[in-house]
């Protein structure tokens, strides 16, 4: 396995990934259309990505006005993991009701060509491409009312203001990505 480790300031890499409602999803698209994506890898199994989704969909809520749209990434192996396998994913999807995409990435390619290590861990990638932060939601993973630090948030506003981003990178907290054997 080769981690390529997208940094903050680079292009981040296109990806065309199948979604939990049957649709393709490629960044440049959303890229064509919206003033930042966000993009998160996820895992079904994870309690600290289980504790983030209601964050996110609130972000989504937010910002989607504003030209913002959030993409989550499973890209857990799921012969190890079979709670993360596509049908799991999209019972996750219904029964969560998420807002945003929920995208597969069954070769581990799209996680490998950003670096991700955790989930959830988050990129913050501007209309031109460029990756603008990198890290954790916000400052508690566990507790999303004791935050005190909305990380990502920040982020967006300053990125929608034309305002430099600070910090730039958190170090993201989570469950380590599954990878395959």
């Avoid at 997208?6 to 393709?24: H, I, S």
């Avoid at 809520?61 to 749209?69: E, S």
């Avoid at 029964?95 to 861990?121: C, I, M």
């Amino acid at each position: 396995m080769s981690v390529t480790d997208t940094a903050v300031g680079k292009y981040a890499p296109d990806f065309e990934l199948p979604g939990t409602r049957g649709e393709v999803h490629h960044l440049a698209r959303y890229l064509d259309n919206h003033q930042a994506v966000v993009v998160v890898f996820l895992g079904n199994t994870c309690p600290y990505s289980r504790a983030s989704i209601d964050r996110l969909k609130q972000l989504q809520r937010d910002y989607r006005d504003r030209g913002v749209a959030i993409i989550g990434i499973n890209a857990n192996d799921s012969e190890q993991s079979p709670d993360d396998g596509f049908e799991a994913m999209k019972a996750l999807v219904e029964n969560a009701q998420l807002n945003f995409p929920y995208l597969r990435d069954v070769t581990q390619d799209v996680a490998q060509s950003f670096g991700a290590n955790v989930t959830p861990e988050t990129f913050l990638i501007d209309r031109s491409g460029v990756v603008r932060y990198r890290g954790a939601i916000d400052n508690n993973p566990e507790n999303p009312q004791a935050a005190e630090n909305l990380y990502l948030q920040t982020a967006l506003d300053r990125l929608l203001q034309n305002q430099s981003i600070e910090p730039t990178t958190t170090p993201a907290v989570g469950c380590p990505l599954i990878w395959r054997k």
